[in-house]
C-alpha cells in the first residue's frame, strides 16, 4: 500500500530522531490537527515501533497502518478526538 | 485530555549529562502517556539547572568507561533540559529544587532556569509524590 491512498494531512519525517523525538513530533502534529485530520510518521527509532502504538492506544487516536520500509517505518495515525 | 494516571516521582540527584537525559526521557514518556510528573532536584543535579550552566557539559556518570562516554556524547538525542521542557507542555510536570541543597550551594530560585518551577523542602514533595520515588 503506498501512502498516497491515505490522503495525509502532513508526513513527518522523523528518521534520525532519537527516542522519544519521533513520539513527541507526532503529538505535536495530532495536537495541531483537526480530527480526521491523517498523518504520517517515518521513524527508523526502535522504540517508535512499541512507543507510538501505546500512545495512540492511550489517547484513544486511531493506528491506521505501520509501514515496514528498509531502516525505517511509516505510522499511519488518524486523529480520533 | 488523556484521563489522570499514578504520578512519576523522580529524584535527581546526579548532575551528569547521561542520569538527566536518562530522567528527562522518563518524564517526557510519563507525561505522553498522560501521569503526573514530579521532579525534586538535590546535590548536584541543582547546580545542573543553574540557568548559567544548564546547556555546559556536565560530563558522565562514573561507571562509564571512556568508550561508552564517547558514544553518549555522540549520541543525537535532544538535550535533557529541552525533553523536560516538552514534558512540561505535554503535561502536568512540576520540577522542585531541594531548600536544602539550594542553600549548601548558595544559590536562589533566580540563579536557576526557569524550567524549575520553585524551590520547596522535602515535606512538600512527599505530599505530591505519593506512591513510588524513583532516585537518580
Known amino acids: ?81 | 485530555m488523556i484521563e489522570t494516571e499514578a504520578p512519576l516521582s523522580l529524584i535527581l540527584f546526579s548532575g551528569t549529562d547521561d542520569k538527566l537525559s536518562a530522567a528527562a526521557v522518563l518524564a517526557v514518556g510519563a507525561a505522553a502517556m498522560g501521569r503526573p510528573v514530579n521532579v525534586f532536584l538535590q546535590y548536584y543535579a541543582v547546580e545542573a539547572f543553574r540557568s548559567d550552566r544548564i546547556h555546559a557539559d556536565h560530563g558522565v556518570a562514573l561507571e562509564a568507561s571512556i568508550a561508552q562516554a564517547k558514544q553518549v556524547a555522540a549520541y543525537p538525542g535532544q538535550h535533557w533540559s529541552e525533553l523536560l521542557r516538552q514534558a512540561k507542555e505535554l503535561g502536568d510536570v512540576k520540577i522542585h529544587a531541594c531548600a536544602l541543597s539550594m542553600e549548601m550551594f548558595h544559590l536562589e530560585k533566580c540563579d536557576l532556569d526557569p524550567i524549575v518551577d520553585d524551590v520547596e523542602g522535602v515535606a512538600a514533595f512527599m505530599t505530591d509524590a505519593s506512591g513510588p520515588i524513583t532516585f537518580i
Do not use: N, Y
Open chain 1, 1 to 81: 500500500m503506498t501512502t498516497a491512498e491515505f490522503a495525509l494531512t502532513k508526513s513527518i519525517d522523523a528518521r534520525g530522531m532519537a527516542c522519544p523525538g519521533p513520539l513527541l513530533a507526532l503529538i505535536g502534529a495530532i495536537r495541531q490537527g483537526q480530527i480526521g485530520d491523517t498523518f504520517e510518521v517515518l521513524s527508523g527509532d526502535a522504540g517508535s515501533r512499541t512507543d507510538i502504538p501505546a500512545w495512540i492506544a492511550k489517547a484513544k487516536h486511531e493506528l491506521v497502518d505501520v509501514i515496514a520500509e528498509p531502516g525505517f517505518a511509516r505510522f499511519i495515525v488518524r486523529k480520533a478526538r
